[in-house]
């Protein structure tokens, strides 16, 4: 498949584990940041987002944090199976800018899941 | 329903060429997004669409160009290609941005190669 990043962070998890994949955004303007996931030879697929008048939001297995104070974003997987090993992006949207749909890509962490 | 379809899949053009690429979105979705991803610079915005109407534009050259059509397909155009804009082109569609539905659903992208 396409090579997404040749030279991203990888985090190696056992499956059953949990995992935490962390983001650090830029602008402390952006008011809406949403997790993708991308599987080699696929484009992003979303997985959870959340707006900044939030800290917490779940999903089925996945909960998104929020600390705007440090510009700080993470991804929690529980139990994590080898299906969820793919790169994951967070993207944040800048306030004012005309639209969601301008977003703005982190560089992306592998998530390798190991049997 | 189906999802965006982005055709074709793969491309190859040489250097000094032009090239088109197609998006159709989600049917009723109104806004259409491009997205540049490469192993070096990760995924980066080029323009948002809506309602035929250029509504957002990234950090590109002007040899890279968009438009909508009246039944939301969008199609980019890259002109004068040169080495570096070999990438996976990867488009994005919503319902409508802004302050409506915000989750964008993205196709599985165009492999263009520049040599």
């Known amino acids: 498949g396409e090579s997404v990043g040749l030279h991203l962070p990888t985090l190696s998890v056992q499956e059953g584990d949990n995992s935490i994949i962390n983001c650090a955004y830029s602008?402390?303007?952006?008011?809406?940041f949403i997790w993708y996931k991308q599987e080699s030879g696929k484009g992003p697929q979303f997985i959870i987002d959340?707006?900044?008048?939030?800290d917490k939001r779940q999903g089925q297995r996945v909960t998104v944090l929020l600390n705007k104070t440090v510009k700080h974003l993470s991804l929690q997987i529980a139990a994590t199976q080898p299906g969820d090993s793919a790169v994951y992006f967070c993207?944040?949207?800048?306030?004012?800018?005309?639209?969601?749909?301008?977003?703005?890509f982190g560089a992306g962490t592998r998530l390798a899941v190991h049997p | 329903k189906a999802g965006v379809t982005q055709t074709p899949r793969y491309l190859i053009k040489t250097r000094g060429q032009q090239v088109t690429l197609s998006c159709s979105p989600i049917?009723?979705?109104?806004?259409v997004s491009w997205y540049q991803q490469t192993p070096g610079q990760g995924l980066q915005f080029l323009f948002e669409?809506?309602?035929?109407?250029?509504?957002n534009k990234g950090n590109f050259p002007g040899r890279f160009s968009g438009r909508q059509f009246s039944n939301s397909r969008s199609e980019m155009n890259v002109s004068t290609l040169e080495l570096g804009d070999s990438a996976l082109y990867l488009c994005?569609?919503?319902?409508?941005?802004?302050?409506?539905?915000?989750?964008?659903?993205f196709g599985q992208g165009t492999r263009l190669t520049v040599v």
């Open positions: 993207a944040e949207t800048p306030m004012f800018s005309g639209g969601y749909n301008k977003l703005i």
């Open positions: 049917s009723g979705h109104r806004s």
């Open positions: 959340i707006r900044s008048n939030m």
């Open positions: 669409y809506f309602s035929e109407t250029q509504r």
């Open positions: 602008n402390s303007a952006s008011d809406y």
């Open positions: 994005a569609s919503s319902l409508v941005g802004g302050s409506g539905d915000t989750e964008a659903f």
